[in-house]
């Protein structure tokens, strides 16, 4: 997530550190890292009932909406329920506690959770509510940063708004123990374009973005036009089976309601 950014922009919806924005772009390459996920599971939702818990600024929800039979939204923050049922009117949204869904048992065949779960005091209370909501052989899509590669060397989030981060290991486990199976474990990784962008600023356009922030420093030109020209197309998302899961950025996992 983009805690690091310290310039609000223009938006109508302010950034917050727990969610990322369309249209900004000094917030770009986090959008687009965030975009390719849904945009790859959105087959998932196809002629389905899905509920997208913790929707953020809801483009997300709204790009589900293109191919679902209906999507319902929940997040705690008023102001951007209030943004989302403006901006997006093919989604419902409500206001509501991850802790406490309100959504009826078995009432949903896919459950969304992008870049979520690692805000959350008790994360396993929120799994098994999603495996209450789905019906049987509904699937919970998961995304969430890699500990070891977001937080190197360290147990403790650096992202202030983070509770706790997980590995591979660790988030299979949690949806094991919430009573899922999980189906596949998949990993975000920079693509070619990426990488070349990685090797123009010192190794890590991550790190040369968030050395800016912690700096308090402007944007340098470079800098600000690679980060705006990213797009989805830069980003792989891998099946643990043919990569190294605990080198990816971001893990994606599909798990199952039995």
Not at 9 to 19: F, I, K, V
Request: proline content about 5%.
């Amino acid at each position: 997530m983009s805690a690091f950014l310290t310039d609000p922009g223009d938006s109508a919806l302010p950034l917050t550190g727990e969610r990322t924005i369309p249209g900004l772009a000094e917030e770009n390459y986090w959008f687009r890292r965030h975009e390719v996920v849904y945009r790859a599971l959105s087959e998932r939702c196809a002629n389905r009932d899905v509920l997208e818990a913790g929707c953020g600024e809801g483009y997300g929800a709204d790009l589900i909406a293109t191919v679902a039979r209906s999507v319902f939204a929940v997040d705690y923050d008023a102001a951007t329920v209030s943004h989302v049922r403006a901006k997006y009117p093919r989604v419902e949204v409500v206001e509501g506690n991850l802790a406490s869904l309100p959504v009826s048992d078995a009432s949903v065949d896919v459950v969304v959770n992008f870049q979520v779960i690692e805000h959350l005091w008790d994360q396993l209370q929120f799994v098994e509510e999603c495996r209450r909501v789905l019906r049987p052989d509904g699937l919970l899509l998961m995304s969430t940063p890699n500990r070891i590669t977001f937080t190197p060397g360290s147990d403790t989030p650096l992202n202030p708004f983070h509770t706790r981060e997980l590995n591979a290991a660790e988030l299979a486990e949690l949806l094991t123990d919430g009573g899922f199976e999980v189906s596949s474990m998949n990993g975000v990784f920079h693509g070619p374009r990426l990488a070349e962008m990685d090797m123009r600023h010192g190794g890590s356009i991550i790190d040369a973005q968030i050395a800016r922030a912690v700096a308090d420093a402007p944007w340098s030109d470079d800098l600000l036009a690679d980060v705006a020209a990213v797009q989805c197309d830069d980003f792989a998302l891998i099946d643990a089976t043919e990569c190294d899961i605990d080198d990816s950025l971001d893990l994606v996992a599909i798990a199952v309601r039995p």
